[in-house]
Each structure stands twice: as C-alpha cells, then as structure tokens.
C-alpha cells in the first residue's frame, strides 16, 4: 500500500488516540507496530517523537490483549450522535 499524506496524516492522528490500538492501524493500513514507530519517528519532531513514546510505551488501551474491556468501543460521553449525516443536538 502506497501512503499518501492523508494516509500519514491519518495513522499519526490514530496513533495519538490513547484508545486506538495499534492492531486497529494494522487492519486499516497493514502496518505493524514498529512500523507505524518508526513512521511517527520520521514524520514528527525528536521531541514529539520522545514524549509520544513515553506515552505509549506500556499503555494497555493501545495493545488490544493488554486491554480490560473487549465488547464494545469506548465512546466519550462528549461525543455528539450522527443522524441522517447532520450532528444532532443534545
């Protein structure tokens, strides 16, 4: 699979997300884990690189055997509903 920039832009953005397990970046994108390591260490700062890391390393939400639900996907009570494609109101 050939990565454009929408497709990087969207794996960094994935993997940011605390509650995106890198298996769901490998079904959607067919990168394993020190694949998409090393892409966010060539896309991003050192810094930002250095601080993602420290986040993610040992976090269970993004490793889906480490997890401690497994029905279901979390849904942030913030998030709004989609009808008909128009946001609707709370």
């Known amino acids: 699979m050939i990565l454009t920039d929408q497709h990087i832009d969207r794996i960094i953005e994935m993997a940011w997300e605390d509650r995106t397990p890198f298996e769901a970046i490998t079904f959607q994108f067919e990168l394993k884990e020190q694949e998409v ?48 494609n128009s946001i609707s109101k709370r």
Not at 39 to 52: I, T
Not at 60 to 68: D, G, P, Q, V, Y
């Open 37 to 84: 390591i090393e892409l966010m260490r060539r896309e991003m700062r050192p810094s930002s690189f250095r601080m993602w890391r420290k986040r993610v390393q040992g976090r269970a939400t993004k490793h889906e055997k480490l997890r401690s639900f497994h029905k279901g996907r979390f849904k942030c009570s913030r998030q709004k509903q989609m009808t008909n």
